[in-house]
């Protein structure tokens, strides 16, 4: 092997981490308490031919470093990292295992799965130690040159505004028929006008984008015909994936190019980031980078048994973020997507296990303390997923100020609530941002992120239109997935020919979308759901990468009703300040000067509501919610001069007679919006006049003199 750049290696800087090109050179920096020596690969432009083995010549608080002049973007490289192979002392070093750099900004290639990528001998158990070289079947990772001509800039959408719109790269665009067939399920086609001009349609703020750091497709799923279609399977914290860019070699352009156009566009970018294992797997999981890197440094491993991995996240491993390298490395790539990605914030996945110490999920742990005084990140918005299965892993509400959380409490008592599981009681908090789970230390109602689905689940058209999963397609016996789906099927399980259930299914999926986005809290809105798309009873698609979850665009056109309809309710939610208040709705006058309740409770006899009707379970669950707007909007004690709102919600199977309730000089009722009937037109009901209140619907009214 022709020595190239080695015999002018210097001793470069031990930070930052990363291959990072100066504009002469590149300084490799990589990080490994218990390595004995580092050695980087560097590789010609196919990636096939190994020009050059070069030992980084420095160690510096842990840290290997060296400068080589004249490696330019472009260059392909890897990792060999030397060391004990002592598995039952937690280390699992094996030089002849090519490693994917944790700060790489770029990978090129595929990893295919072979023998020779594991550091133990197959069919030998993991205190074996395997000598073959698993560079052909690994992935390489690419220097990059970070310039971007950024333009504009960008303002982030205030939390009491914002409206979320969950989706994935590839499945969004995959089978749009009016996006070019080249970019079809890529970041650039995700950017085009065609994606950007739905989107914007909806009234929608943010677009949440499921994993799109590189992740790999594991083995037993290929085995299968599937693959990683979500992606929570990471293994390049600091990569955007290739697989989803029309050019791969210009990954990183396309994916910066696609958020400049979202800003354009006045969008939001949000990632969702998996932050809590890697692709690595437990004991028997492959050695691809951390695990050859430093294997004891990176991951929870059992106190008295560190060959094995605490597995809180129930993927095998999880990344040790006590550990102040891999907290430094989470927050090192948080920075990164804010300040030279431009993403707008981040939704981590399992949460909870980044706020883990030994003793357990705390509040206080030192990653959320190192995120909170961050400068960068403090101004960028970020959501917990806050479970995980460890033990004591559900903690909705119990994460630190500053953060807001995916609210499933809120999800399962809506679904409950329209199927006539839930009791009025149940949904109230629901319907005013969780106050008893959020309204504390000073967090605010946007905290609670409310959603009915998400990717993780049915769809809004499979929730009414199953009663059991249907996951046959993940090759698993339907075993997998959720068994406790709080659907029904509206009287016939999958798609029906009978118009009174289909018309049933129509209005319910309209009264989730309708209490959803009239909700106090931050709505999260499912791609597809704005127009009814199905993934056939499957509630589990983590394995599907076909027309099961890619978004399905002639149902967009038969189901345009539906998204004319959230499109109605998104503008309704702008207009209306009252429905997304910054103070928690609690019913009751907080300063006697103003006198006023912001929140009442209403029994359908037009009357407020008592505890014993709260109480009555022989009560039809009809209810409603009186919102004035005159009530105190911030902590300035003034009256607020927003305008009165009246929800009105009947789960009941029958129509119930509401009459309508006073509001101080008001004369009337201005109907806006009915479940039952979208097409109804504005209307003014009278003071103490009955409204025939429709069976499974909920109407909006606005105050009239």
Known sequence: MTQLFGTRIREGHPHPRGAIWDGAGTNFALFSAHATKVEVCLFDSSGEQE?????????????????????????????????????????????????????????????????????????????????????????????????????????????????????????????????????????????????????????????ELLPVHTFVDDDHLLQRGLRNYWGYNSIGFFAPDPRYAADPSGVLAEFKQMVARFHDAGLEVILDVVYNHTAEGNELGPTLSFKGIDNASYYRLMPDQPRYYINDTGTGNTLNVSHPRVIQMVTDSLRYWVNEMHVDGFRFD??????????????????????????????????????????????????????????????????????????????????????????????????????VTAHDGFTLRDLVSYNDRHNEANGEDNRDGSSNNRSWNCGAEGPSEDAAVNDLRDRQMRNFLALLLLSQGTPMILAGDEFGRSQQGNNNAYCQDNEISWLDWQAAEEGKALTDFVRRLTALRRKYPILRRSRFLIGERINEAIDVREATWIHRSGEEMTRSRWDDTGEPSCFGLLLDGRAQASGIRKRGSDAT????????????????????????????????????????IAVGEAYALAGRSLVLFERVD
Not at 373 to 394: H, R, S, T
Not at 668 to 680: H, V
Request: aromatic residues 12%; glycine residues 10%.
């Open 51 to 207: 020009l050059e083995r070069i030992e980084l010549p420095e160690f510096t608080d842990e840290i290997w470093h060296g400068y080589l002049p004249d490696v330019s973007p472009g260059m392909l490289y890897g990792y060999r990292v030397h060391g004990p192979y002592e598995p039952e002392a937690g280390h699992r070093f094996n030089p002849n295992k090519l490693l994917l750099d944790p700060y790489a900004r770029a990978h090129v290639g595929k990893l295919s799965w072979d023998p020779a990528l594991f550091g133990y001998t197959l069919g030998e158990g993991d205190l074996s130690f395997d000598t073959r070289d698993s560079a052909p079947f690994m992935p390489r990772c690419m220097v990059v040159d970070a310039r971007f001509d950024w333009p504009g800039n960008r303002s982030l959408v205030p939390w009491d505004q914002t409206i979320i719109y969950e989706t994935h790269v590839k499945g969004f665009t995959k089978r749009h028929p009016e996006i070019a067939p080249a970019l079809q399920g890529t970041y650039a086609g995700l950017a085009s006008i065609q994606a950007l001009e739905h989107i914007r349609s909806l009234g929608v703020t943010t677009v």
């Open 350 to 451: 399992l949460g909870t296990v980044l706020a883990r110490e030994v003793d357990g999920f705390n509040p206080e742990s030192g990653f959320l303390k190192a995120v909170s005084q961050d400068p960068v990140l403090e101004n960028v918005k970020l959501i917990a997923e806050p479970w995980d299965v460890g033990p004591g892993g559900y903690q909705v509400g119990g994460f630190a100020p500053g953060w807001a959380e995916w609210n499933d409490v809120y999800r399962d008592t809506v679904r409950d609530f329209w199927r006539g599981e839930a009791r009025p009681a149940a949904l109230a908090p629901r319907l005013c941002g969780s106050p008893d789970k959020f309204g504390h230390r000073g967090r605010k109602p946007w905290a609670s992120v409310n959603f």
């Open 645 to 684: 709102l009246l929800v009105l919600l009947n789960a009941h199977h029958e129509t119930m007679s509401f009459t309508m309730p006073p509001c101080y000089d008001g004369s009337a009722w201005k109907r806006l919006i009915a479940t039952d009937d979208p097409d109804l037109p504005e209307a003014d």
